[in-house]
């Protein structure tokens, strides 16, 4: 005889003491005036909460989708600009596979932001590892230290630019404050230093962004697992 989940509604045999989709005890019943059975031993066996996380599978399925999201995330990538969409599609993955070995068969959203969280930190380092490898290589193997440099004081004469044209419109006194002050940024930028500290700060801040897509890609994955798995109100 089969039964139905009373949370998922998946089709469940009368013997099963769990749901094998969703991980809920299920009752036993016995015949009014029979003698109680020795319930399967099964019964005994722990139902892991869907809010924590067993790390061991959690881990592996999250390096199992950071390897190819830091590779298609980093400088050497032709789609590297597309890093917050891959982040957040390799947690949403790396929970799909982390849910199809569990029991029960979902996990909270918050359970799943903390492996999305973790698939970011571990993307994320491949693909600045990666990155930043390239540009050494570039700078100080191929010589191509003079390009660099060019470029870099290309972006940072574009951005005098804007400046000039945003303090068009001040008084004049303003003006020539605004202007001193960006001339100073402006040569604390085309320093070695300067350079080094932008390029850090806009990778830190690419580095946020990241980990904040890839939290929200595993919570997404979760939430659509639950809502497959439970059952609408």
Known sequence: ??????????????????????????????????????????????????????????????????????????????????GLFWMAAAAAWAVVLYVRSQKPAWITIGAGARIGLVTGLLAGWLAFSISGGTLFVERYMLHQSSQIDGEWKSRVDTSQQLTQQWTAGMNTADAAQAQATKTQIQNFMLTPEGHAGFESFGFSINAIFLLFFAAGGGALGARLLARNRRPEI
């Open 1 to 82: 005889m089969e039964i139905t989940c009373t949370r998922c509604h998946q089709t469940i045999q009368a013997e099963n003491c769990y749901c094998p989709s969703c991980g809920l005890p299920q009752l036993v019943y016995a015949p009014d005036g029979a003698p109680g059975q020795a319930l399967p031993e099964r019964l005994n066996e722990p139902v892991r909460d869907a809010s924590s996380v067993d790390w061991k599978p959690g881990l592996r399925a999250a390096l199992l989708l950071a390897i190819p999201a830091g590779l298609l995330s980093s400088g050497l990538s032709p789609v590297g600009v597309l």
